[in-house]
């Protein structure tokens, strides 16, 4: 590969794969391709506020692997808001917190929702192979609670996570290989909660990335358990133990992904689990369509709803 005004350029001819795994290629001489277009959601932006909403936003280093961008809305003085902890998709290995497609959804979802966003950056595959994604989303999320916790140096705390964020209020959100994510995390919290008083209200996923015996992601994942690998077949026993109240997962009717969506809500529905769970599907739309058509009128809707899921607590009262 040659490198070009900063960029990687690949030179390899197609007698060189020695494997195509549809997200990437599989050189023979080891190399590994990740076949990420430079578009919106993988090209990275540095972190601007918002002057048409008022969000602020910024990035923080969380540890020497993991960062993420945050996001503030506008609030009153003392006010104690909810917040997200958002996990962007692209297979495991591309996509970015930092792109512009994601920085637009969270924008929008802290000004409308009302909530501090934050943004995960994640290890991605080949350069960290499977499970550190999962690893570092709890890691974030362990992150996020320890604010909360008196024990804890404020040395390592953000003081908009401090001074804005309810952290019994926290929501778990993420779209495709992000929602597969949340899932992990939310079995994590159900098996070993969180510290400092902190509690997982809801989880969101956004056309989950689950698949039975998937050999891509078994590719990733060198140390995975074999094609019921729980973390791609999700285990009854995992799911009865989910560590929130409340689930929303939505799917697209045209996403190749809509069925794994389905039959996760289906299989938590019968796993024993006490919360709620909502389901949405928006019928003639495409994987992940909310972040590239984020002006169509169903794209507008599903923000309005993760509002609402968000705020279901206050809207009843």
């Known amino acids: 590969m040659d490198y070009r005004n900063g960029v990687v350029e690949w030179n390899y001819k197609k007698e ?38 008022g ?46 497609e994601y920085t637009r959804f969270l924008t929008t979802v802290a000004a409308q929702s009302n909530v501090v966003a934050v943004s995960v950056e994640y290890g991605l595959f080949p350069t960290r192979v499977i499970p ?17 916790d008196m024990n804890v140096s404020e040395a390592g705390q953000d003081p908009w996570i401090t001074d804005h964020a309810d952290l019994t209020r926290i929501f778990v959100g993420g779209d495709s290989a992000g929602g597969n994510i949340c899932h992990t995390l939310l079995v994590r919290v159900g098996k070993l909660g969180l510290q400092g008083g902190a509690r997982v209200k809801g989880m969101l996923l956004i056309h989950p990335y689950f698949d039975e015996g998937d050999r891509i992601w078994m ?23 989910i560590g929130c109240d409340r689930v929303l997962v939505l799917v697209g009717g045209k996403d190749e992904l809509k069925g794994a969506g389905k039959t996760y809500m289906e299989e938590l529905s019968k796993s024993g689990w006490k ?43």
């Open 219 to 241: 590719y990733m994942c060198p140390t995975n358990e074999g094609p019921r690998d729980p973390r791609m077949k999700p285990a009854p026993e995992d799911l009865a133990k």
């Open 16 to 53: 060189d794969i020695s494997e195509n795994f549809f997200f990437f290629n599989l050189l023979k001489d080891g190399r590994v391709h990740v076949l990420a277009p430079d578009t919106s959601d993988t090209i990275k932006i540095p972190p601007s506020d918002d002057v048409t909403t």
């Open 132 to 148: 550190a994604c999962y690893d570092d989303a709890w890691l974030a999320l362990q992150w996020l609670a320890s604010h909360g």
């Open 275 to 317: 919360g709620s769970i909502e389901f949405v599907e928006n019928v003639d739309k495409e994987h992940c369509f909310h972040l590239s058509d984020y002006l169509d009128h169903e794209a507008l809707a599903i923000n309005d709803r993760i509002k609402s899921f968000i705020n279901y607590e206050k809207a009843r009262c």
């Open 55 to 100: 969000v602020k936003i910024k990035d923080v280093v969380i540890s020497d692997d993991v960062t993420a961008r945050v996001f503030l809305p506008l609030s009153r003085a003392g006010e104690k808001l909810p917040v997200l902890l958002y996990v962007h998709g692209g297979a495991f290995c591309m996509g970015s917190a930092f792109s512009v």
